[in-house]
Each structure stands twice: as C-alpha cells, then as structure tokens.
C-alpha cells in the first residue's frame, strides 16, 4: 500500500506544483455553485486515499491480463489527474483543462469497469472520485462558458 500511496501522493503534489488560484484565476467569472476554497484540500486528500487504495487491492490480485490492464489504466488516469492543475493553472488555460478533465472522466470509467473484473471493492473506491471528477467537469466547462471572450 505504501508504494500506491507514494504514487498518488507524487501526483498529487506534482499538480500542486502548477500553483493554485492567484489573481488570474480570481479574475475569472466563476459558477454561483462552485465550493468555497476550503472544501477542496479535505476532499482530494480522501480521493487520493480511496485512488491509493484502489489501485494497491488490484495489484495485490493474482497476476493476469486483466489486473495488467487495470494497473494500465489506473496509472492514465493518475497522469490525467496531475496534468490537469498544469492545464488550468499553470498555462491558465481552461480549454485545455476542459480536455484533459474530460480524458480523466473516460479513464476513470474505463478504470472502475477494468477494476470490477479483478476486485469489486477497487471499484467501488472509486465512485466517489468519479463523482467528484464529473462535478469538476461542469465546473470546468462553466468557466469556459462564462469566460468566453
């Protein structure tokens, strides 16, 4: 577990290392529904824990084509997920970001539906991840709506 966690963790602060919300994002006209700062960190701290551990119960299944391609797909949408803060904040391009954030969404499914084949529970972990990425999603794409020039 601790590897998949070391994993995850280095994603997750590769990401962070694109910057967060400065005065070009404060500038943006953002969505009336949009959580306050706050709710964020709490959040994808349990993401990143439920992502972990989802990814070490598939590996920690018996060896077979199908926990090899669900170990393929966990670790794209693990590079999905660090790409997307360098998308949207780092190069301030929220299109961009829109993309990728919708690339994440199919490997996530495309992992869950992978996951299920090997350990039902590693699937499961995920659902709320999933939920959380589709709600980011919209957000997302409201700030490309709302911003466009």
């Known amino acids: 577990m601790t ?14 290392l694109a910057g967060g919300p400065g005065d ?15 709710v964020f960190a709490p959040v994808w701290t349990a993401l990143y824990a439920m992502i972990a551990a ?8 018996p060896s077979s084509p199908q926990r090899t391609r669900a170990l393929s797909l ?17 190069r301030k391009d929220p299109r961009a970001a829109l993309v990728d954030i919708g690339l994440l969404r199919l490997s996530i ?9 090997v350990d039902e529970a590693a699937a499961w972990l995920m659902v709320p991840y999933r939920g959380w990425v589709s709600f980011a999603s919209v957000l997302n794409a409201e700030i490309v709506r709302l911003n466009a020039s």
Not at 9 to 16: D, F, I, K, W
Request: no cysteine.
């Open 74 to 90: 966990w670790a794209t949408q693990l590079g999905l997920n660090a790409a997307w803060p360098w998308l949207f904040f780092g």
């Open 3 to 16: 590897g998949f966690g070391a994993v995850t963790v280095t994603a997750a602060a590769l990401g962070r």
């Open 24 to 38: 070009w994002y404060k500038g943006l006209r953002r969505p009336w529904f949009q959580p306050p700062a706050w």
């Open 109 to 117: 499914g495309a992992y869950t539906d992978a996951a299920e084949d």
């Open 54 to 61: 989802s990814g070490y119960r598939v590996w920690s299944a």
